[in-house]
């Protein structure tokens, strides 16, 4: 019979928040680039997790890491320790930080070569992310079609339709959504162009069709009877985007000010509660469920993995591939070709 697998000891806790000079550094180096304070609080996290490991002791003190400490033999005891306690994402982002760290130690010559290639990390998973399949999508619409009966306090049908809109029909992630003002939606011939502030400060132009263009005024004409104040001096009377001050937030909470992300979260989960698809979302998945159910439609429709990748706002095309094969059209072509308009069309005839 075999013995059952030891729990492996708890990570040494780190006893202060000291760090050696060159770290400090390393951080300057990178605060050049201008990263988020998340990306900033992960450097030291993962610093922590690995200096306390290579200086060792129950409360080991990061400060006392010296740079000879830094070899292949003792990162890769230390990456196996850290990673006995922490799941495979963790373990990833971790190496990559020390990666980083190591590669501006070497090319500042502290470091005589950097070790993180030879030290092994947790294969990223291929499976493609879960998307809506296509009855829950039309039930979703329904149901921001629907009258809702009495409205709850935090109702906002017209809002909350023109939220996930965007991000069904054009893809947004969470931050996306929530960073939109008022003049990064630019009216052309044919629909229009939504400015997106990306990830890693990466923006990026998505065309989009006239039935997100048309959910989205809907929503800001409900917003100019609840706010009139916040409308512009003298805006067209036709109401639309053209009544809105250009750095107004595209999307507000009751109070009128900039949707938060909880906010966000909440009313999404609402609706796929509403339209009793809750179910077939991939866990924790809320507003990214329906960036992938966007992407998917995409692959589905043959659109060029180079076009999603644009679209999707991806740095890496390995990325993008795990929604499309291949094919060959232009970037507005291939927003125009999802599906899922034709659904929205649906829904706001019946």
């Known amino acids: ?32 680039r201008k990263p988020s304070p998340h990306t900033l609080t992960a450097y030291r996290h993962d610093f922590d997790g690995i200096a306390g490991a290579l200086v060792g002791g129950d409360e080991p003190d990061v400060a006392d890491l010296r740079l000879s400490d830094i070899t292949t033999e003792s990162m890769r005891t230390a990456f196996a320790q850290y990673a006995e306690t922490r799941e495979a994402a963790s373990v990833r982002r971790c190496w990559s930080t020390w990666n980083t760290l190591c590669e501006f130690l070497f090319t500042a010559e502290l470091l005589a070569f950097n070790p993180m290639p030879r030290v092994g990390r947790p294969a990223r998973g291929k499976s493609l992310p879960k998307a809506l399949p296509a009855g829950s999508v039309g039930a979703l619409l329904a149901v921001l079609e629907a009258d809702p009966g009495p409205p709850g306090r935090s109702d906002w049908i017209e809002r909350d339709r023109a939220l996930i809109l965007t991000s069904l029909l054009a893809g947004l992630r969470s931050e996306e959504l929530l960073r939109a003002n008022i003049s990064d939606v630019r009216l052309t011939d044919d629909g229009a162009v939504m400015h997106v502030h990306g990830k890693g400060r990466k923006d990026r132009r998505i065309p989009i069709e006239s039935g997100l263009v048309e959910a989205m005024e809907r929503y800001l004409d409900t917003r100019a009877a609840k706010f009139p104040r916040t409308t512009r001096r003298g805006s067209s009377p036709t109401g639309g985007l053209a009544a809105w001050p250009p750095a107004a937030p595209l999307f507000v909470g009751l109070d009128g000010q900039r949707l938060t992300r909880g906010a966000l979260q909440y009313r999404v989960l609402r609706a796929f509660k509403r339209a009793g698809i809750d179910g077939d979302r991939a866990k924790g998945a809320l507003v990214h469920g329906l960036r992938h159910t966007f ?34 059209r232009e970037t507005r072509a291939a927003a125009a070709t999802n599906p899922l308009y034709e659904l929205v069309k649906q829904a706001t005839r019946e």
């Open 295 to 328: 992407a998917t439609e995409l692959a589905e429709a043959k659109v060029s993995v180079y076009a999603l990748m644009n679209l999707l706002g991806h740095e890496s095309i390995s990325t993008s591939q795990l929604y499309v094969e291949a094919a060959g």
């Open 1 to 32: 019979m075999n013995a059952s697998r030891p729990t492996p000891p708890p990570a040494p806790a780190v006893s202060a928040t000291r760090r050696p000079a060159w770290f400090g550094e390393f951080l300057a180096d990178r605060g050049t």
